[in-house]
């Protein structure tokens, strides 16, 4: 596509200010839901977190962790689907912000947003090469280094985001509805035969349970059952990142937004019920602590699955927490692609990550970047003997959480900004959908925030002896203070481009018209 002012899209469109547009109305409601639900990955959230939250956070109150957080991030959508119907831009956190609290923030939360979904996929493919590598030894008796399986996700998912959006969102949404349907079937199973040993025990949906943890933990336990809980949701406000590519993305992100977090929230309350009431609430408290000898914690679902469906329904599941890890890990790249590509089309790092593919419309530029940058993290912890699943998986999902946690933060609070300092859009503007709701959003997710550091050592278990580990602090701080201090320096050199900064939007005109205050007339 041209980046010339004046140059047509491939359907038609004006390519405002001489920069590339994604190719539109690629992808539709469905299709925008499928890549934000896939970002959360429910198989592997389910397999990789829950035990986690029944045996070392909230015990029987796992699922009641869930409603907890499914009522704090509705509350934060809000006012995020509030914006995302003013604002349209393939960098969602960092358009947002930049309106709402200005460049400066903006740059240096964009920042932040960059790097939390370069690592994710990388880390992602950690998972996924770890959980390959056992099966295939497992089922198939074929024994290969884990980097293989790696190197060959990250040429899967490269080549499949050179293409228009609407291939991956295919791909991710057949993942998705298989691994839905496993999970759901044997939820599905053990509620029609009435549970387990306890029944089904009213006890873990009780929302005092969320707070008390487990086994007479406290509230230290019950800070690692919400935490973990929250982490289930990562990269589900990705909703936003595809409007340029979607069909009326003003009516389609703010649905996909607020269908992906209530209905990934209900799903995910009523699988950790169900699971739980399988195993019955002791049970499955001893399971997921690894205190019955020769279980872990997939056994949680391997047992109930066995029991219901026999032993093929096991080995299906397996694969479909593969499955799952690949769909995630090619989501997250689609997200780090849009996300360098949106600053790259503004002037800052290079123009040419602004580049769009004439023929399919994609980031292809931007998206080869995010393939080589995930296979030089890949290869660093494969040469220097790392585990995929103890280092690779874990310490880079905790910097990129810690990253996304933060930005998410900020969002609220520019909502607030965007809406009641500056006074923009008066027909939006309302006390509790771009305010107070906001406002509590915002304080919730610095909670989440306050969660992650009083937990980090525990989430990051034998990799918090790593050098990676004690740096992630200094990494999420340094790169914020580098967006601050880029913005700074663009504005005294670069008067233009700290013009740009954050204001690349689809039907922009209104909102780059001024950025003055605006009369609230109240």
């Known amino acids: 596509m041209s980046a010339g002012t004046g140059a047509r899209t491939p359907e038609g469109g004006t390519v405002e200010g001489g920069v590339d547009r994604l190719k539109a109305n690629s992808v539709g409601l469905v299709g925008v839901v499928f890549m934000s639900v896939a970002t959360a990955a429910p198989i592997t959230s389910m397999t990789g977190n829950l035990p986690i939250i029944v045996g070392s956070g909230s015990g029987v109150g796992a699922p009641a962790a869930y409603i907890f957080a499914t009522v704090v991030l509705t509350v934060f959508s809000v006012g995020y689907v509030a914006m995302a119907r003013h604002i349209t831009a393939a960098g969602a956190f960092y358009g947002f912000i930049s309106h709402g609290l200005g460049r400066v923030v903006g ?71 298989l691994e839905i349907a496993v999970l759901a079937a044997v939820s599905a199973a053990v ?84 699971i739980i009431s399988a195993n019955g609430v002791d049970n499955a408290i001893h399971i997921a602590a690894g205190l019955v000898p020769g279980k872990d914690g997939n056994n949680l679902f391997f047992d109930p699955l066995g029991s219901h469906f026999g032993a093929w329904a096991v080995n299906v599941f397996q694969w479909l927490v593969v499955t799952s890890s690949f769909a995630c890990a090619m989501a997250f790249h689609q997200c780090a692609a849009r996300y360098l590509y949106a600053i790259g089309r503004e002037g800052f790092i290079h123009r040419a990550l602004g580049r769009t593919h004439p023929r399919h419309g994609s980031p292809f530029v931007a998206s080869a970047v995010q393939s080589v940058i995930a296979l030089a993290l890949v290869t660093a912890f494969l040469v220097t003997g790392k585990d995929p699943y103890v280092h690779l998986y874990s310490l880079l999902a905790l910097l990129g959480t810690m990253a996304i946690l933060i ?116």
Not at 237 to 266: F, N
Request: glycine share 14%; proline share 4%.
């Open 107 to 177: 740059m240096a939360s964009g920042l932040l947003a960059v790097l939390a979904y370069i690592v994710f996929e990388a880390s992602i493919i950690g998972f996924f090469s770890y959980s390959l590598q056992g099966l295939v030894a497992s089922q198939l008796g074929l024994h290969l280094a884990w980097g293989w399986y790696a190197i060959l996700g990250l040429l899967a998912i490269g080549g499949m985001a050179f293409f228009d959006i609407h291939l991956t969102a295919k791909v991710l949404g057949v993942a998705l509805v």
């Open 191 to 274: 509620a029609v035969s009435g549970g387990g040993p306890d029944g089904i025990p009213l006890a873990a949906v009780n929302p005092v349970n969320a707070f008390h943890g487990v086994n007479g933990g406290g509230t230290a336990a019950a800070g690692l059952g919400l935490f973990f809980a929250f982490w289930s949701w990562v990269g589900f406000e990705s909703t936003a990142m595809y409007g340029e590519e979607s069909r009326d993305p003003k009516r389609v992100v703010p649905r996909a937004t607020l269908i992906a977090v209530i209905g990934v929230g209900v799903f995910y309350v009523f699988v950790s019920w169900m």
């Open 407 to 522: 930005v998410q933060t900020l969002c609220s609070f520019a909502v607030v900004g965007y809406f009641h300092v500056q006074g923009r859009h008066p027909e939006t503007r309302h006390w509790l959908r771009t305010l107070v709701a906001p406002l509590v959003g915002g304080v919730a997710m610095a909670g989440v925030v306050t969660l992650l550091v009083l937990n980090l050592g525990t989430a990051a278990g034998p990799a918090a002896s790593t050098l990676l580990f004690k740096l992630i602090p200094y990494l999420v701080i340094g790169t914020f203070l580098g967006g601050i201090g880029l913005a700074v320096y663009m504005k005294r050199r670069s008067p233009e481009r700290y013009a740009r900064m954050g204001r690349i939007i689809l039907e922009d005109s209104a909102e780059r018209a001024t950025d003055q205050p605006v009369p609230t007339g109240s």
